[in-house]
């Protein structure tokens, strides 16, 4: 770490605990990392099943938690350790296993795009009104 690096982390640290001697203040920066953080790792348990960041965004999410609720870093290194480990397992598993994670990946997307009624909105683009791709939970469009 060079000089200009400690200096400035000094100059942080000042700036905190000026920050953390104000309650009001304390009191509302941990009300808004909370909620911000929260709705972040929220997001990103509910991207887990589908293809794309998931996991980074429960990641940040914790990360964002875990500057100021040090029950956010144990949680953090907790989940990292577990994705490391099934990640690591995965790769040690053959060609038909990976297909299998692969296929039950995609009937979760598929599945959800039916119940959102996606199938039905894209049907209808080219005309096709087949009941079975109406959503149980929308139902009929009319």
């Known amino acids: 770490m060079t000089a200009e690096q400690r ?15 104000n309650p009001a203040m304390n009191m509302t920066y941990r009300i808004g990392v909370g909620v911000v953080g929260g709705l972040v790792l929220l997001a990103g348990v509910l991207m887990i099943p ?13 990360a964002i938690l875990a500057t100021e609720f040090e029950w956010a ?16 397992w995965l790769k040690r ?12 990946t995609g009937l979760v997307v598929a599945v959800t ?14 005309g ?4 079975w791709l109406e959503s149980p939970i929308f139902g009929s469009r009319g």
């Open 128 to 131: 096709l009104e087949w009941a």
């Open 50 to 62: 589908y293809p794309g960041p998931g996991w980074l965004v429960v990641f940040a999410g914790l």
């Open 7 to 21: 200096e400035d982390t000094g100059e942080r640290k000042e700036q905190h605990r000026w920050f953390r001697r």
């Open 93 to 104: 598993q053959n060609l038909v296993v990976k297909a299998l994670v692969l296929a039950a």
């Open 73 to 88: 870093g144990r949680v953090l290194r907790f989940a990292k350790g577990y994705y490391d480990a099934w990640v690591a």
């Open 113 to 126: 795009c039916w119940l959102l009624g996606a199938f039905a909105l894209v049907g209808g683009w080219f």
